[in-house]
């Protein structure tokens, strides 16, 4: 199967990103392209979904199977093809953008990123949307091309990692599975050996792990999603402060209101006059 769809140029010129060719290839053995530096003026994505295939990479062979994918900065030099035995199943597409992403930062400085992602992590149904939507373009449609290039773009930060990169995608899941039941029961006394321990990790390793996957620190999150919860309680309760306070985990109303007004620059109590309806 060869889907493919050339998007026409947006009439509203201002989107921070915008496919502009995007297709889905399966049983297509002759799949195979050579550009020249130079020849394509946007980024160049593929994510292999099943089936195996190859990219050339300042003159090495990269084999690409599922869960593997490329990302090709603009004005690259491009190498790749399915494998004629195995052909793979490949969803791709060539889009602009003017957002800072760090894979689309990767891609620019090494002129090739090749990374592996987790297929199961909800991209499929984003591209098939977009093929919807392509297969009967409408000028309205859009902000819709251009949000659900976004969700794919974010979806692959979250799920993807170089192809020799230092965590695996198995540990940025048990990562990101101990920091949801830590937001869900924020209110609990967590310590960071507490927390190491929930994620089977020794402190040390935890708090390099977690900084890396997360981008903060445990206590710091920890902190975000105490305090996240306690502006819910403030604008849609008639708890008081101290309540609040032990109801999200702190357990000194007066470190609360200090936490509180160094993130908010202001106390709980003006935040909730200000925001409360």
């Known amino acids: 199967m060869n889907k493919q769809w050339v998007l026409p140029a947006p009439a ?14 399966t049983d297509f053995p002759q799949h195979a392209e ?39 900065p603009k004005g690259a030099y491009q190498q790749y093809g ?11 597409m060539h889009f602009g953008t003017s957002i800072s992403l760090p894979l689309l930062e990767e891609a620019d400085q090494s002129r090739g990123y090749f990374f592996t992602f987790d297929p199961d992590a909800g991209l499929i149904p984003v591209f098939e949307e977009m093929y919807r939507l392509s297969a009967s373009f409408e000028t309205s ?17 979250q799920n993807s990692e170089p192809l020799h990169g230092s965590v695996p995608l198995e540990i940025r899941h048990s990562i990101r599975r101990t920091a949801d039941l830590i937001r869900l029961e924020c209110e609990r006394p967590w310590t960071l050996e507490t927390m190491s321990r929930l994620a089977g990790y020794s402190s040390y390793h935890f708090l390099r792990l977690f900084r890396t996957v997360m981008g903060k620190t445990p206590n710091r999150y920890l902190t975000d999603c105490r305090l996240a919860r306690a502006k819910l309680l403030l604008v849609s309760t008639a708890l008081s402060v101290s309540q609040i306070a032990l109801e999200t985990g702190f357990r000194q109303s007066s470190y609360f209101i200090k936490v509180f007004k160094q993130t908010e620059g202001m106390p709980p109590s003006q935040y909730r006059r200000a925001f409360s309806s």
Not at 141 to 157: C, G, K
């Open 34 to 72: 050579r550009r020249s530096e130079g020849l394509l003026n946007s980024y160049n994505l593929h994510l292999v979904f099943g089936g195996e295939g190859y990219v050339f990479q300042e003159g090495e062979r990269i084999p690409m199977g599922r869960g593997k994918g490329f990302l090709f």
């Open 12 to 25: 509203y010129k201002h989107y921070v990103c915008y496919p502009e060719f995007i297709g889905h290839y």
């Open 141 to 157: 449609s859009e902000p819709r091309f251009s949000a659900l290039l976004y969700e794919i773009l974010v979806t692959l930060l």
């Open 82 to 92: 399915s494998d004629p035995l195995q052909p793979w199943e490949v969803r791709w």
